[in-house]
């Protein structure tokens, strides 16, 4: 009885979705509201149906951070909300939590099929991007990584962008193989958030190994998208830059 009783009250105590949502809503500020609004819609993020509430995204990571160990269903309906720091939210808990060496493998596994699963509500470049490196990258690391191919080859721009930002775990391991593997996949992409994605991550690889980077674009500069071409070089010298960057 006394065991049971202790659960319940463990339980109890679990994070909530809608105690993280109280908490961030006195942060709501008309003046980041209209900022967002302007930044947001200045990108192909302007397709999105998001609402914005105004907060600042230091004072969501902060928060976020302290909800930690928040259960998966509550973290899935913070990504079920309309409100775009929400889902900020969201997935920056489970980005701290990915990062953590305290948290179990079953639960990296977790949070990693949360958001292959949920990809529908992950459908913004910052929203990849702040989650993508350790919650699907680090996690996959050492196990197979078909489902970034997968996802490079999807219909979906967000999908997409999370095949080739992912990497970005690979990179700081020195391990480019799949960066260069996915970009080849993604060259051609039309989409201009999976162009940026691609050349940045292509650019992080040549810092590693510009050997690699130049033979890469060596083979692909000539047609490739301008903005990939660009982010790719972009630590290049005025002379490198000239040569790629003309046709």
Same mark, same amino acid.
């Given at each position: 009885?006394?065991?049971?009783?202790?659960?319940?009250?463990?339980?109890?105590?679990?994070?909530?979705?809608?105690?993280?949502?109280?908490?961030?809503?006195?942060n709501?500020?008309?003046?980041?509201?209209?900022?967002?609004? &302007?930044f !947001?819609q200045?990108?192909?993020?302007?397709? %999105?149906?998001?609402?914005?509430?105004?907060? $600042? @995204?230091?004072?969501?990571?902060?928060?976020?951070?302290?909800?930690?160990?928040?259960?998966?269903?509550?973290?899935?309906?913070?990504l079920?909300?309309?409100?775009?720091?929400?889902?900020?939210?969201?997935?920056?808990? @489970?980005?701290?939590?990915?990062?953590?060496?305290?948290?179990?493998?079953?639960? $990296?596994?977790?949070?990693?099929?949360?958001?292959?699963?949920?990809?529908?509500?992950?459908? %913004?470049?910052?929203l990849v991007?702040?989650?993508a490196?350790?919650?699907?990258?680090?996690?996959?690391?050492?196990?197979?990584?078909?489902?970034?191919? &997968?996802?490079a *080859?999807?219909?979906?721009?967000?999908? $997409?962008?999370?095949?080739?930002?992912?990497?970005? !775990?690979?990179? $700081?391991?020195?391990?480019?193989?799949?960066? !260069?593997?996915?970009?080849?996949?993604?060259? !051609?992409?039309?989409?201009?958030?999976?162009?940026?994605?691609t050349?940045? @991550?292509?650019?992080?690889?040549?810092?590693?190994?510009?050997?690699?980077?130049?033979?890469?674009?060596?083979?692909?500069?000539? *047609?490739?998208?301008?903005?990939?071409?660009?982010?790719?070089?972009?630590?290049?010298?005025?002379?490198?830059k000239?040569?790629? @960057?003309? &046709?």
């Amino acid at each position: 009885m006394k065991k049971n009783s202790l659960i319940k009250t463990k339980n109890k105590h679990l994070p909530k979705a809608k105690d993280f949502i109280e908490k961030l809503q006195p942060n709501i500020s008309k003046e980041d509201l209209t900022d967002y609004q &302007k930044f !947001f819609q200045s990108d192909a993020s302007k397709s %999105n149906t998001d609402i914005y509430l105004g907060i $600042r @995204m230091g004072t969501v990571f902060k928060i976020a951070k302290e909800f930690m160990g928040m259960p998966l269903s509550e973290i899935e309906i913070l990504l079920e909300s309309q409100f775009h720091e929400i889902r900020v939210g969201a997935v920056s808990i @489970m980005d701290f939590e990915a990062r953590s060496k305290k948290t179990s493998e079953e639960r $990296r596994k977790q949070l990693f099929e949360l958001y292959i699963r949920r990809h529908d509500r992950i459908n %913004n470049w910052d929203l990849v991007d702040r989650s993508a490196q350790y919650v699907v990258g680090g996690f996959i690391f050492d196990k197979s990584r078909k489902i970034l191919f &997968k996802l490079a *080859k999807s219909k979906n721009t967000w999908e $997409r962008r999370t095949s080739i930002f992912s990497t970005m !775990f690979f990179i $700081r391991q020195n391990d480019l193989d799949d960066t !260069f593997k996915i970009a080849e996949i993604l060259i !051609f992409d039309k989409q201009d958030l999976v162009q940026k994605a691609t050349g940045w @991550m292509l650019r992080e690889a040549g810092r590693r190994d510009k050997k690699r980077l130049l033979e890469f674009l060596d083979k692909y500069y000539p *047609k490739m998208p301008r903005t990939t071409l660009r982010y790719s070089i972009e630590h290049f010298c005025k002379t490198e830059k000239e040569f790629y @960057m003309k &046709k």
